[in-house]
Every structure is written in C-alpha cells, then in structure tokens.
C-alpha cells in the first residue's frame, strides 16, 4: 500500500474526481442483469464502500461523477461487435434508458452537484463519452475509480484515465468482478501497474485529512 504522504499528495480535493462505475439498480441491485456480479458486489462490501467514498468525496469537496451504462429499447447505437455485447441484449434484466435499471443504486447518495454521465455504446465510461472534457474543465489530475466490474468497465476506465494523462487510484475494496478470487488478481498484476492501489479507508483518512474545500 503507498505511504499516507505519497497519497494524501494524490488526493488533493481540487484536483481530485470520484467515478463511480455502472453502480446502478440493473447491475448491482437485487435485481440485476448480472445476480452473481450484483450478488458480489454487496456480499463482498465493495458497494457499501463505494457509497462510503461517495459521502467522503461529499465531505471533502470533491467532485463525483457516476458513470452509467444504458441502451435504447430500439438498441441504436449499441455495440454488436463482441459477444459481451451480444449476451447482454438477451438478459432478462436490460439497462434501458429512463427505467429503475439505470439509477444509481442504494446505498449511494446521489449529491445536486454530482454529475451523471449515461452512454449508450462501448465498454468504458470515458472513451467516447463527455467523461474527459468534464475531467479537464474540473481541473482534475487525479481520478479516484470504484464500482463495477473489475472484468472489463474499471479496468477500461483505469486505463482510459491513464492514457489521457490522468493518475488514477483505485480502492481496493471498493471494486468487484467475478469470480471472488479474479478481482485481488486483477488489482494484483495488472491495476497495480498502473494505478495507485489503495484501501476506501487509507482514501477516505486522506480526504478527512484534506479540509473542506469551498463551493
């Protein structure tokens, strides 16, 4: 785990984002697309975290935008070009625009001056999206990335982030994929090469640490 010092550095409230990943009521709600994801994702205590990081970020003045994964009940735009995406137009449980299935999920709060970003295509929450040049005009240096699922959209995001320019900190406990045993693996030998891995409580001491920052 990195030093307090070297984090608490990361984590300065005006320059520092939260994203929450595809935490939404079709995803990692009791009725989800997904039951062994979703069923993970509580069972685990990574979505309990992720709402705990939420109410830091709130605390300490930093930004937090939730990432939404969604599709048109047409399917337009969609992609069709892996099996993923094939699958996921079958499941019984679809991420369709303005339905429960893409509201944030319980227990995040969902702040007034939180931004949601919703697209509707690929498999990451900043390529292709407005999640970028919302980053840049924030002043963001340092992306703090939790939620669902350490299989394909935080990796993604990780490295999307990563590639723009963007540190990226990922807590630990606050990431689910499936199986159990693949998530510590993954932030193992791949997120760790990249991204600061740390826990939601060594993240959240740092941002108490910071102060309240102004509206």
């Known amino acids: 785990m990195p030093p307090s010092e070297e ?3 990361l984590l300065d409230p005006g320059s520092t ?4 990943v595809e935490c939404q009521q079709g995803v990692v709600g009791p009725d989800a697309a997904l039951p062994r994801l979703a069923a993970e994702a509580r069972e685990s205590g990574a979505l309990a975290n992720v709402a705990r990081l939420v109410d830091g970020a709130h605390a300490a003045g930093v930004q937090v935008i939730h990432a939404v994964a969604e599709r048109r009940p047409d399917g ?3 992609n069709r070009n892996a099996r993923l995406f094939r699958a996921a137009g079958r499941l019984p449980v679809q991420q369709l625009t303005g339905t429960p299935a893409v509201r944030v999920a319980p227990p995040i709060q969902v702040a007034e001056h939180d931004l949601v970003v919703r697209r509707l295509h690929g498999l990451s929450p900043v390529q292709g999206t407005d999640v970028d040049a919302l980053l840049r005009n924030l002043g963001c240096r340092t992306l703090v990335v939790a939620g669902v699922s350490a299989n394909v959209a935080v990796p993604n995001t990780v490295f999307d ?3 723009r320019g963007y540190t990226a900190v990922v ?3 606050a990431i689910a994929g499936v199986p159990a045993d693949y998530t510590p693996a993954m932030i193992r030998h791949t997120l760790a ?3 600061t891995v740390a826990t ?3 993240v959240l001491t740092c941002l ?3 102060g309240v920052r102004p509206d």
Not at 17 to 20: D, H
Request: no cysteine; proline share 4%.
């Open 7 to 9: 984090l608490s550095a």
């Open 17 to 20: 984002v939260l994203i929450t």
């Open 76 to 78: 337009r735009g969609a």
């Open 161 to 163: 982030a990563v590639n």
């Open 171 to 173: 807590p630990s406990d």
């Open 193 to 195: 090469l990249v991204a």
């Open 200 to 202: 939601t409580d060594e």
């Open 208 to 210: 108490r640490a910071s």
